[in-house]
């Protein structure tokens, strides 16, 4: 698919689910955006007062109020500033997983959501980057907030197909080197494989004052388990083979799978990160205007 | 049931590859890639259901399906006759020369000159014997040799020899008399035996081959009889033939050559109905029938008038082909004069039946309309009145209301939507769509009630300018008026092909009541589309006769043909294969389907 096209479908998607553009949070940036900066600086919209010290910018100081009253007062400003939003894409394997009946895999309707939702935030005026990874990290795009931003960004994500296993410590060492400071992570994964350890590493960045998002994007072939009869199943990442009675087993294993889900929302929301399960035959506006709804 | 090409069932053997597929294939099916297979709990399938995969079976059954039935259809199923399989014993297959030279000896004579020249152990044995059909190369069956028909005709006697010899049957053997010089050319299988047919001194037989009764109409009626008689000895013979019809015999001798056959013709017999009776005299030297009945049915002869303006050649050429063309009724036969309406003073009306006039009438002298009104007062009497000018003048000069006759019927020609409207109408205005009449004859006219008022003073017309046709029925008579003042093209009527069906409309009036009972719906319906056919050529129209023959044979004993008996004759049972055909085209979209299932 060509970059046109895709861009095409994901304004089409927009139009679709009308999502409002609003951020969901403070964050320092250098660039304007609707995102208030709780530091003054050259913005807009005035803040307060502060008593004019030497050294002061002239330009700052109030000369009418100085007039009026006699003080030396500088003026300070709310500066509005952008968000850097960042898109991790687990790209293992297991995500290139798709039932018989689903139009798209996961990692397809992952890269779509990410493509949606880096449309919204560039109209909005935030910065958007990519950390797609497995083994190693396969792509990596800095944050910008021009549309070419996102277009490399979805020209990347095209290129990538899922493989192998991902490899999170390389993932974390990479999102530490160059995600700065406060910002918005979208976590894009089936998390099949996240463990406790790898959730603490979450909840770190949020008490660097990281919005962290815990996106589970799943099958709904692998909540449901509709097979029938006996059957072989191998696993895509290992590849161990298990021959089982899908039908005898269905209920054991809807509970597990509800088991461990729950137990990664549990762990989300003790970690404080936003966790959010989506299904890969549903309507992706549908998730889009959820988060509209969020802001 | 056989098989044209039983080859190809080998390839029924080809199903063992779904068998086997279905044998050894993972009970399983394919892995299927997943993802959270460390959380699927490992439970053994039963036995029972490893084997029982519903679309594993139905893919077997489909496979199987496929398979064998383009295998049977490849082989192309036959249908063999009971004949093959159960009721032929015969031990000795003949085929017999049926050519009448043959037919000097007697059947006994024939099958003791046979068995004789038969081996040892055939000589009882029993004997069917095939002969060919002068008009079809299929080869007929009979069980003995008195079922035979003997053939006048030439035969290419090698066409049949060669599809006798295809026959997988033993004990072949041709019988003849291989008089015909045609016969050096026939090559005989090895497998076919000859046995020749000797004459025996003063071995001869004189008899009526078939004959035909014909039926001549061709500006007139005549009766003839055509006989075939034959004589299959070897030296003349001279013989008399006799025809009784209606007590009057006429006789002819004529002299036989020896193994010809020859047509006698017995011309010009009284008109009537009754038997006629053929006999041949040969001072006791048949052997065969050598009489046969006929019934003649009497034929109808009428006469029919055509008046017009123009000069008498004129009006022949203008006329004659297409009243010719009209008299085309089974045992109706008319003699058409032309005449010209001046000439009407001159003429005898009561001479003819059929007055067909078109001209205009209102210019006739009084005296001339006088003899037309008697004409149309005898009720026996027809005419159709082709009329240039109103509707008006025909009722003065026929005075329709004195006639007591009704206006029954109107029609158009040809059919179409028009409505029909009466200026002179007195009650309520109405007008009547042509197209709601009475739809009875639906190919040319379209009849219906017409009510008039009392003192019947009307006048139709039609709005597209139709001709409109009005039949006023008597009591055998009818009159057909077809008003075509509005339109001056129709003063040549006599040469469009609506001339045709008004002849024909007035004919068949005249038809015998008893005898249109006996006949089929056709006599009932004169308009029928066959005697609307014209002809392009107005000879063939002039010469045109019709015939009416018979064709009896002098044995005519029914001997069923192999085509529907026949042991031999296989047909592609083309039942089964459409059959097969309609069973495959519906496999085929669940064999795809379960195929991409699987």
Redesign the interface.
């Known amino acids: 698919m060509q970059v046109n096209e895709f861009m095409a479908m994901v304004e089409s998607l927009i139009v679709q689910c009308q999502a409002p553009a609003h951020a969901r949070s403070l964050v320092e940036g250098f660039i304007n955006g609707i995102h208030r900066g709780i530091f003054s600086g050259s913005g807009t919209e005035f803040m307060q007062y502060r008593p004019y010290h030497q050294g002061d910018e002239l330009k700052h100081l109030d000369w009418k109020l100085y007039a009026r009253v006699g003080e030396k007062q500088i003026r300070l400003y709310r500066e509005e500033t952008n968000c850097h939003c960042w898109f991790v894409l687990d790209m293992s394997s297991?995500m290139s997983?798709r039932n018989n009946t689903s139009k798209v895999s996961k990692f397809e309707y992952a890269c779509l959501y990410i493509a949606c939702l880096g449309w919204l935030s560039i109209k909005q005026g935030d910065s958007i980057g990519l950390i797609a990874y497995n083994e190693k990290v396969n792509a990596f795009v800095e944050p910008g907030s021009r549309r070419d931003t996102l277009e490399t960004i979805v020209l990347a994500l095209l290129k990538l197909t899922p493989a192998g296993q991902a490899n999170h410590p390389t993932m974390f060492s990479t999102l530490q080197e160059h995600i700065g400071n406060r910002g918005k992570l979208s976590v894009l994964s089936?998390m099949?494989d996240f463990d406790d350890t790898l959730l603490g590493c979450f909840k770190h960045l949020t008490v660097l004052h990281h919005d962290v998002e815990l996106l589970q994007v799943l099958?709904p072939?692998?909540q449901d388990?509709p097979?029938k009869?006996?059957?072989?199943?191998?696993?895509?990442?290992?590849g161990?083979?298990?021959?089982?009675?899908a039908l005898?087993?269905k209920d054991?294993?809807q509970l597990?799978?509800s088991e461990?889900l729950k137990k990664l929302q549990d762990t989300a929301i003790q970690s404080q990160l936003h966790y959010k399960l989506m299904l890969s035959d549903q309507p992706i506006a549908q998730y889009l205007m959820a988060k509209g709804d969020l802001s | 049931m056989t098989f044209a090409n039983p080859i190809f069932l080998a390839g029924l053997l080809l199903n063992l590859v779904p068998i086997a597929i279905h044998i050894l294939g993972k009970t399983t099916g394919k892995p299927i890639p997943f993802t959270t297979v460390k959380i699927i709990p490992v439970e053994q399938p039963k036995a029972k259901e490893k084997n029982f995969h519903l679309h594993r079976r139905l893919l077997l059954l489909s496979r199987i399906l496929f398979i064998s039935l383009l295998s049977i259809l490849f082989a192309g199923p036959k249908k063999v006759s009971s004949y093959e399989t159960s009721e032929i014993k015969a031990e000795v297959f003949a085929y017999i020369d049926n050519s009448i030279s043959v037919q000097m000896l007697s059947p006994e004579q024939i099958e003791a000159q046979v068995r004789s020249q038969l081996p040892e152990q055939l000589k009882e044995a029993s004997i069917q014997y095939f002969v060919a059909l002068p008009d079809s190369e299929e080869l007929e069956l009979v069980s003995s040799i008195g079922d035979v028909e003997f053939q006048p005709y030439e035969i290419n006697h090698g066409k049949r020899i060669a599809k006798f010899a295809e026959y997988h049957y033993p004990n072949k053997i041709l019988i003849s008399d291989f008089q015909r010089s045609d016969w050096e050319n026939v090559e005989l299988p090895q497998e076919i035996n000859s046995v020749q047919i000797k004459p025996t001194a003063g071995s001869f037989n004189v008899g009526i081959l078939k004959a035909e009764l014909i039926h001549e109409h061709n500006q007139g009626t005549s009766n003839s009889v055509k006989a075939l008689l034959y004589n299959s000895s070897l030296q003349k013979q001279e013989v008399r033939v006799s025809v009784d019809f209606q007590g009057q015999v006429f006789s002819k001798d004529i002299e036989l050559r020896p193994s010809q056959s020859q047509n006698i013709f017995f011309k010009d017999l009284p008109e009537g109905r009754g038997e006629v009776e053929i006999i041949v005299d040969a001072e006791d030297q048949l052997s065969f029938d050598n009489s046969m009945l006929f019934l003649i049915e009497p034929i109808q002869s009428h006469k029919i008038l055509i008046l017009s303006e123009g000069t008498e050649k004129q009006l022949k050429n203008l006329y004659l082909t297409r009243a010719l063309q009209a008299i085309r009724i089974d045992r109706m036969s008319c003699e058409v004069e032309v005449a010209s309406i001046h000439a009407l003073s001159d003429l005898d009306l009561d001479a003819f039946d059929i007055l067909c006039i078109n001209a205009s009438l209102v210019k006739l002298s009084t005296a001339d309309k006088e003899k037309l009104k008697t004409f149309q007062q005898n009720q026996t009497k027809s005419t159709i009145l082709i009329m240039n000018e109103s509707f008006e003048a025909a009722m003065e000069i026929f005075q329709l209301p004195s006639l007591g006759l009704n206006f029954n019927g109107i029609a158009t020609y040809p059919p179409g939507q028009s409505t029909l409207v009466s200026p002179n109408w007195q009650g309520p205005k109405e007008t009547l769509e042509v197209n709601q009449l009475d739809l009875f004859y639906v190919d040319f006219y379209r009849y219906g009630q017409l009510k008039t008022n009392n003192s019947n003073q009307i006048h139709f017309m039609l709005e597209n300018q139709f001709p409109l046709v009005i039949q006023i029925n008597g009591e055998k008579a009818s009159m057909l008026i077809l008003n075509t003042s509005l339109d001056t093209a129709w003063s040549e009527l006599g040469r469009s092909n609506t001339l045709v069906p008004l002849f024909q409309n007035a004919l068949q009036r005249w038809l015998d009541p008893n005898l249109i009972e006996k006949q089929t719906s056709k006599w009932l319906k004169p308009f029928d589309k066959p005697h609307f056919k014209l002809e392009s050529n107005r000879n063939a129209a002039y010469n045109y006769t019709r015939k009416e023959s018979k064709l009896i044979f002098i044995n005519p004993k029914i001997s069923k043909t192999l085509s529907e008996q026949g042991p031999l004759q296989q047909h592609l049972d083309y039942s089964i294969i459409r059959l097969l055909m309609y069973i495959l085209v519906a496999l085929l979209p669940m064999m795809l389907y379960l195929e991409i299932k699987n």
């Open positions: 297991s997983y089936d099949l099958d072939y692998e388990f097979f009869g006996g059957q072989q199943f191998v696993d895509i990442e290992t161990q083979i298990i021959e089982t009675a005898e087993v054991l294993y597990r799978m461990h």
